[in-house]
């Protein structure tokens, strides 16, 4: 959109924004997403090679306990719990074929769990909340549809998650409870 910042001013606010979030967390693993990698894919499109173009860490200015990956395999008490930014939309008949939970995103207008069980174990798939304000010009593309983004986060306690729904206020900004 031409009414939108340039992309350099974007990643200079951007980045001013992160160094709050860094202090927080100074240790983070980063799932890739589609919007993210945008540049690689594009990049790759035209013939440069991946080596030609800097990492994310470099270009957000990230702490050296930041990494970024495709896919997260991490144990979470008695289940292993595979992390990806998408799994396809139907992401319980994903985890049922991988044999182990899953947490996706990508969807923003999905936040849910589901279950599945045999007589060996339960398996759960989540499609996590997002975090975008659907009010920017860089999400206008969504207005076209009529489910809005879910503003949340999930967390996961001795092994289950639990979804954690954010209260906005109107306008769309969080009013600092959960």
């Given amino acids: 959109?031409?009414?939108?910042?340039?992309?350099?001013?974007?990643?200079?606010?951007s980045i001013t924004y992160l160094e709050d979030v860094y202090e927080l967390f100074p240790k983070v693993m980063v799932v890739d997403s589609n919007h993210g990698s945008m540049v690689y894919r594009k990049g790759k499109h035209h013939g440069?090679?991946?080596?030609?173009?800097?990492?994310?860490?470099?270009?957000?200015?990230?702490?050296?306990?930041w990494s970024w990956d495709y896919e997260l395999n991490l144990q979470c008490g008695d289940n292993k719990v595979r992390f990806r930014h998408?799994?396809?939309k139907n992401i319980l008949k994903a985890a049922e074929q991988a044999a182990c939970c899953l947490v996706g995103?990508?969807?923003?207008?999905?936040?849910?769990?589901?279950?599945?069980?045999?007589?060996?174990?339960?398996?759960w798939a989540v499609t996590t909340g997002c975090?975008?304000?659907?009010?920017?010009l860089a999400f206008n593309y969504n207005n076209a549809n009529l489910k809005r983004p879910i503003i949340g986060c999930?967390?996961?306690?001795?092994?289950?998650p639990h979804l954690v729904p954010m209260v906005m206020a109107p306008g769309g900004r969080w009013v600092g409870k959960l």
């Fill in 1 to 13: 959109d031409p009414d939108l910042p340039s992309a350099g001013d974007e990643l200079a606010e």
């Fill in 48 to 65: 440069i090679p991946r080596k030609y173009l800097r990492d994310y860490g470099d270009i957000l200015e990230a702490p050296k306990g």
């Fill in 86 to 88: 998408q799994f396809g």
């Fill in 105 to 123: 995103g990508h969807f923003h207008e999905d936040f849910l769990i589901q279950y599945s069980g045999n007589s060996d174990r339960l398996i």
């Fill in 131 to 136: 975090l975008i304000d659907d009010d920017t």
């Fill in 154 to 160: 999930t967390v996961i306690l001795n092994g289950l």
